[in-house]
């Protein structure tokens, strides 16, 4: 008996350094008397969204470990893993107008595509000490 499973990769986080204020867990008296917490300043890595054309592929190997790991728990044995790849694309169509009395002209702008791992397919058998 075989077994087939689709492991879905994800696209990897994007983000930006930033500053942020990290108290100390000390404190000191304010100008006007009053308690104030002590804090310094550290950088940290923030997210701010998700790639668009890159995926994690660290996250990607783990997700296959796993879905590995439980194929053999139920008895089988992989056989194959096999890559999916998916491919984007971006053009542009429009009309320019040239200088001069020659009116308006065509212009055809061809763009880019790249493909990029959409997940992986598992496939497995059961074992035969099953």
């Known amino acids: 008996m075989n077994k087939v499973v689709y492991v879905k990769a994800k696209f990897k986080p994007v983000g930006k350094e930033v500053t942020v204020k990290v108290p100390t867990g000390e404190t000191k008296k304010g100008l006007f008397g009053g308690v104030k917490e002590v804090t310094v300043k550290e950088k940290e890595w923030q997210q701010t969204g998700w790639s668009d ?34 491919g984007a694309y971006n053009y542009k169509w429009d009309k320019y107008s040239s200088s001069g009395n020659s009116g308006a002209s065509t212009c055809y702008s061809y763009g880019y ?18």
């Open 53 to 86: 054309c890159e995926i994690d592929g660290e996250r990607l190997s783990n997700d296959i470990s796993s879905a590995v790991e439980k194929l053999n728990a139920e008895g089988y044995e992989v056989i194959a893993v096999q890559s999916v790849a998916s």
């Open 113 to 130: 595509g790249y493909s990029y791992t959409e997940g992986a397919t598992i496939i497995a058998k059961k074992s035969a000490t099953n």
